[in-house]
């Protein structure tokens, strides 16, 4: 952060004279940073031996949503990902996997939402088909 231009700061950005009796203390303001950020939200959940991560994207119109699925034994699950209400999906692949140990198998969809990003945090829900 860089300091702000004050009176009293001698023409140097920062700088103050501050009388010293005892314990002294000086506030320097500050300028916020200026700049523009994206979040990324990721999330695992674990069921058995079965684990997804859900990781979501922001995109031009909407979100990149990917999903990737692990087992340390073989199993069917069935994977279900809410949407927000408004929020529209042609591609999302709601069915039952067969996962395989050591295979990531991995799925991704594109989500058309123009609502707040806060709303894109929805959780997954898995449920073992077979064990």
């Known amino acids: 952060y860089a300091p702000m ?3 009293g700061d001698y023409l140097k950005t920062g700088a103050r004279i501050t009388p010293v009796y005892g314990v002294t203390d000086v506030s320097f303001p500050l300028i916020p940073p200026e700049g523009q950020g994206q979040a ?35 199993a069917q699950v069935q994977v279900s990902d809410p949407l927000p209400a408004g929020a529209q999906s042609a591609d999302r692949p709601e069915r039952t996997w067969t996962l395989e140990p050591g295979v990531e198998t991995v799925a991704a969809y594109h989500v058309t939402f123009s609502g707040p990003t806060e709303q894109m945090t929805t959780d997954p829900t898995l449920r073992l088909v077979t064990p």
């Open 5 to 7: 231009k004050v009176p």
């Open 40 to 74: 990324l939200r990721q999330t695992t959940l674990r069921l058995g031996p079965v684990t997804i991560v859900k990781t979501v994207t922001p995109t031009q119109g909407g979100f990149m949503v990917r999903w990737s699925l692990t087992t340390t034994a073989p």
